[in-house]
């Protein structure tokens, strides 16, 4: 195993999942990044996930099929003995896409400052596997975030911040304890993220790097309960860092004036979100730069 490109430790949980896992597991495996650590965790399945995850058993760090007390819980139980610098998480029913280990090693390696990054263009995969299409989020930026500009509801909702194409550094994980909150069932990605934010800019890229696939089953189908705990997570966040929406900014974004379009690039200029995101250069390699949106 190559040693000079990055550790990522990537984990992924399942239960009863056989008709996606093989799609999910191929869609990793295959890149044949050549320093992936790369741990399942099934939680007990009956449906024959174990003797799937056991024939591709030779390329994973680690896997176990046993009963465990949720996503989250069978999250940490993943991550606790990788040691990559690396770390991201992939639903049993989501996809990688054919470049996203080595782009996430080369964005990472290139710039050492940065500790979290997602992608802005967003992927959507039917249950049979059919590309439904991409969707773009205009941004991130903490003060979006604490003005809840992740979640419907906001004043203005920029999109949510994927978790199948999010990746952070180790040294982040740490700082914001090394866990995911187990106590949650439906949110706990969007919890992590508040903790994520009280460390660190999320740093935003337009290469598309995972799909979320859409079937009856999949648990954010079960939207009133993730509002619940997101909003419960966000408002801990907010009293945490004293935050409001500006009324001024509340004003705009509900103003019509936000919508037309030479006013629009003017406001962006002077009144948006001020984020990061890496861009491809001509030469291939990556670029930070700043960009505004409203």
Request: aromatic content about 12%; overall charge positive; glycine content about 8%.
């Amino acid at each position: 195993m190559s040693t000079a490109q990055p550790k990522i430790s990537l984990v992924t949980p399942s239960f009863n999942q056989i008709p996606f896992l093989r799609a999910t597991l191929s869609s990793v495996l295959d890149q044949r990044y050549p320093n992936l650590e790369y741990v399942v965790v099934d939680g007990g399945s009956t449906d024959g996930s174990r003797d799937l995850i056991a024939q591709h058993a030779d390329a994973l760090a680690w896997w176990c099929s046993e009963p465990d007390h949720g996503m989250y819980d069978a999250l940490n139980k993943g991550f606790a003995p990788t040691t990559g610098d690396i770390m991201g998480w992939l639903n049993s029913d989501d996809l990688h896409l054919p470049w996203t280990l080595k782009t996430v090693a080369e964005i990472f390696s290139q710039f050492p400052q940065l500790e979290w990054l997602a992608s802005q263009t967003v992927g959507t995969w039917s249950a049979s596997g059919q590309c439904l299409g991409m969707s773009s989020i205009g941004g991130f930026s903490r003060e979006a975030f604490l003005d809840g500009g992740y979640l419907p509801g906001a004043v203005r909702q920029y999109g949510w911040i994927p978790q199948e194409s999010t990746f952070w550094r180790r040294s982040l994980w740490e700082k914001a304890g090394g866990q995911l909150n187990a106590t949650f069932r439906a949110a706990g990605d969007f919890e992590l993220w508040a903790r994520f934010y009280e460390h660190a800019e999320l740093v935003g890229t337009l290469t598309p790097l995972a799909g979320f696939r859409t079937h009856p089953e999949q648990k954010s189908r079960a939207m009133d309960a993730y509002l619940r705990e997101a909003r419960a997570a966000l408002a801990d966040a907010q009293k945490r860092h004293r935050h409001a929406i500006a009324p001024w900014r509340r004003w705009l974004l509900r103003s019509h004036l936000a919508s037309l379009p030479g006013l629009r690039r003017a406001l962006i200029r002077r009144c948006g979100y001020r984020g990061l995101k890496v861009e491809a250069t001509a030469a291939g390699a990556w670029q930070i730069t700043p960009h505004r949106f409203l």
